[in-house]
Every structure is written in C-alpha cells, then in structure tokens.
C-alpha cells in the first residue's frame, strides 16, 4: 500500500493512474482526504458538512470496482465536495441561509447524480454566503471562510468554500456554481483552475429555485485543466428536464493540442480600477499566449459597463425578492445585507425587469460581432487582490473608491450573455497572493477553452505550491 499522507496532494488524474495500477486503492485516499480535513479545515472553514460514513462505503464499492478491473469512470473513486447551494441527497443544503438550516433533500441535483453514477465520492458540502449573491463568503450559520494563502484575507465568493477546499489539498475537485464570476473570481484568488460552462452545457434539474434568470451554471474547479475535462466528460450531458442543454451540441472534452486562437485582450473595463498586480501579471499572461503562436490584440470593452450592470441589480434583487416572497418570516432569518437587496427587489417593475432581459440580448449581439473576428476574449478575472475575509466587498481598488461589484466587475457578462469562460493561474503577486486571468469563449466553445488553458499550463510548468497552514 502507498504512504497515505500524500495522496490529499494528487490531482484526480493522478489518483485514477494509482487505483489502474494497484498502488492505492479509493480507501487509502479517502483516508488521507479525512486526515486534511480534521488537520486543516478547522482554519479555513471550507467544508461545513460532512459525509464521512457515506464516503467510506462509497470507497469501499470504489475500491472493489478497481480490483476487478470494472472502474465506472475515471472519477470512479476520486474525492470531491459539493457547494452548499447544490442539493446532495441524504446531506443537509443550506444556501448558506437560517432559512434553509434544516433542509436535507431526498434527491442529487442532476450534476451530482452523474457524479455519484461515475463513482464519484462526496465528501462534504463548502461554505458559501447566503443565497449566494455576494462576493465573499460569509454567513450567519457558519462564519467566514479564510483563504488558505493568507487566513485574515477572503477566497471571494460565492464558492469560497470550494476554492478554499481545493487549494488547500482537501480534495482535488469542487463542484461549485457561477452566476456572475463565482467560480472564476474565487479561483483566481486561490490559483486554480474554474471553468463557468457554457449556459445549456451542463444539465440541471432538482436544484434550488432560481433567482438569476438564467445565467447560473454548475461547474468544476480542480488544480489542472486535465481535472476539469474528467468532470465535464461526465456531467456535460444534455437531459430532457433541462430544455436549455438541448440547445448546444455534444462535446466528449478530447483534447486538440493544435489550437491556435485570435485573441482580443481587454486589460480593463472603462475607467473601471484595476489592482496594479493584477494589471501586471494578466499583461504577462497576455504575452506568454502571443509567444505561444496566438495572436492577441489589446482593445476596449465592446459593451456598455454601466448599463448590464443596472441590469444585473435589478434581475438579483427581483429574483431574491421573489423567492424571499415564499417564505412568510424571512425577514428576521436573513442578514441585513440580505433584507436590504430582497427589498429593493420588491420596489422594481416589471418594465425594468424586462429592460434588463432586452441589455442581455444586446450584450449577445455585440458579442457575436466581437466573435467574429476572435475566438476568446481575455480579461482579468478580477480587479482587486483578495480583501478582509469579514468584509463584503473591497472599498478601495488602486487607491480609488469603489462600489460592492467593483472588484467584480469582469466576469457577470459571460453569465449574462451565456458563454463559456475559464480562470487560469496567472503569475502570482510579490506577497505570494494567487492571481488569475478569464478566457471567454463563444456558446458551446468549452472544449477550445480546454485546449487553450492547457497549451498555457504546459508553457508555464509551475510546480504546485501548497499554502503554508
């Protein structure tokens, strides 16, 4: 049998090779993912549920398929956790709400019954804020969750839990979701790898309410771009309770290491500020894909900032109003923050709302006129370094003061407009501080993503560096 402390530190490929080979079984890495919990989620507050009886009998079944060659997947036995707004069956869900403290479904949302039906083990559920609407993560059921970097700082949100779970060796995988940037900004900040997929790419069903329109997806974030192509080759399925997956084509995720991509480099948004760190290292990312045989062309945004986002207020705070509506005495279970967004929610009309859905279709139109001419798009994932992990949001950005989505103000176009995107690790601050970069992608273009953040990996061969907790 292999040492067991290391294998926290495998990535899924890596431990499927040692299950094929006989060198460790399910077990063994299950027994060293539980070791790390117990050793370091007690800083970081990542995980906030867990599943250890369930994981050790769904290893057990694992390691058994393993041994008579019959592995279900190459997930089959790899340890992952899920975000606390995605229901597990048998496993408490909270939406990091009072109002949902108690609440276990019966049944996986359908991503996490593909999962389990791949041999995948959960492990637990990770923090999120509450209804998953903010930018950090934080809650009144579980408090804040640090970022393993630097414990007084935030991982961002809302799949704080999950980057902080991930970078910090617990798992090797996350199943988290993005609606504005929540995969992609929280992986930025803690050097992985976190791909939004394209709206309709992943099917869902028996999930949560939804108060985003249509603009959250569930995705993966691991350490390697390979990680992310073994989740989606399981959950990338169309289904018939989703109409929105019938819409794009299949994509088995094979590799293409041929691609060469026109890029459109947008270093910021407007006068919008960006951290000069941020600045910096995205500028060196943007060579490094030139030097990679890519062309990349430096230009402006080619959407009205301002405008999407008064959309993107009115449409998350219609949408929490809505589902806050449904519960008679929400008012005292939720956060202030909370109660202030719901209620504005509740003085909006439907002309603005609908005003929104019509800057939606005029951000698809003036994408397909920039996808014209690019394959992807390149920004910052992220204006600002990671902030207090007790705060919301950052006040100040480069010396300038800034609004609650100042720091977030890359990302909720690929949401709103439904593309693709995926954060890589760019070059890291001088404090050690991860930074990361978003590549956006055309509507069904999630494989090209793929191909692309793994030419960037391979060139920049950085060795995985753990934080010192």
């Not at 800083?43 to 279900?72: H, K, Q, Y």
């Not at 960037?456 to 907790?469: F, G, I, K, N």
Request: proline share 7%; glycine share 8%.
């Amino acid at each position: 049998m292999a040492d067991e402390r290391d294998l926290w530190s495998c990535s899924a490929a890596e431990l499927a090779t040692g299950f094929a080979d006989g060198a460790y079984t399910p077990e063994d890495a299950l027994r060293s993912v539980m070791a790390r919990v117990d050793a370091i989620n007690p800083r970081i507050n990542a995980l906030v549920t867990c599943a250890f009886d369930a994981a050790r009998e769904a290893a057990a079944e694992s390691a058994r398929r393993w041994r008579d060659g019959m592995p279900l997947s190459a997930l089959d036995g790899v340890p992952m956790t899920v975000k606390d707004n995605i229901p597990v069956a048998g496993m408490r869900a909270t939406w990091g709400s009072a109002l949902y403290a108690n609440y276990v479904p019966n049944v996986d949302e359908l991503p996490i019954a593909r999962l389990r039906a791949a041999g995948a083990i959960i492990v637990g559920k990770t923090n999120c804020p509450e209804f998953t609407v903010q930018g950090y993560t934080d809650n009144r059921l579980f408090g804040p969750t640090r970022n393993p970097f630097d414990l007084d700082r935030t991982p961002g949100g809302s799949s704080g839990g999950a980057v902080a779970a991930v970078s910090a060796g617990i798992c090797p995988i996350a199943i988290a979701t993005d609606g504005g940037g929540s995969i992609r900004r929280p992986a930025s900040y803690t050097g992985l790898v976190g791909l939004k997929p394209s709206r309709g790419r992943v099917a869902r069903a028996d999930g949560f309410a939804t108060i985003l329109h249509d603009c959250e997806v569930v995705g993966p974030i691991a350490r390697t771009v390979e990680d992310v192509r073994r989740v989606m080759r399981v959950i990338a399925r169309p289904h018939p309770r989703d109409p929105l997956s019938a819409s794009l084509a299949e994509d088995d995720f094979v590799p293409v290491t041929s691609r060469r991509c026109r890029m459109l480099y947008i270093p910021r948004f407007g006068d919008a500020p960006v951290d000069g760190a941020i600045a910096r290292s995205v500028a060196a990312a943007a060579q490094t894909f030139a030097a990679l045989g890519h062309r990349v062309d430096e230009g402006d945004v080619p959407f009205d900032i301002d405008a999407l986002g008064q959309a993107w207020s009115v449409v998350s705070q219609t949408g929490l109003h809505w589902l806050l509506q449904r519960h008679g005495d929400w008012t005292a279970q939720v956060s202030g923050e909370i109660r202030n967004m719901a209620e504005a929610g509740g003085q909006l009309h439907a002309a603005q709302y609908y005003e929104s859905l019509t800057q939606f279709a005029e951000l698809k139109s003036a994408l397909s006129s920039v996808f014209e001419h690019y394959d992807l798009i390149l920004t910052p994932s992220a204006a600002a370094m990671p902030w207090l992990a007790t705060q919301a949001f950052p006040a100040v950005i480069d010396d300038r003061p800034v609004g609650p989505r100042g720091h977030a103000i890359f990302t909720a176009f690929a949401n709103m407009s439904g593309c693709a995107a995926l954060n890589l690790p760019a070059a890291r601050a001088s404090d050690g501080m991860p930074i990361g970069f978003q590549l956006v992608a055309p509507v069904g273009a999630d494989s090209v993503l793929c191909d692309i953040g793994a030419q960037y990996e391979a060139a920049m061969q950085a060795p995985r560096t753990w934080p010192v907790l």
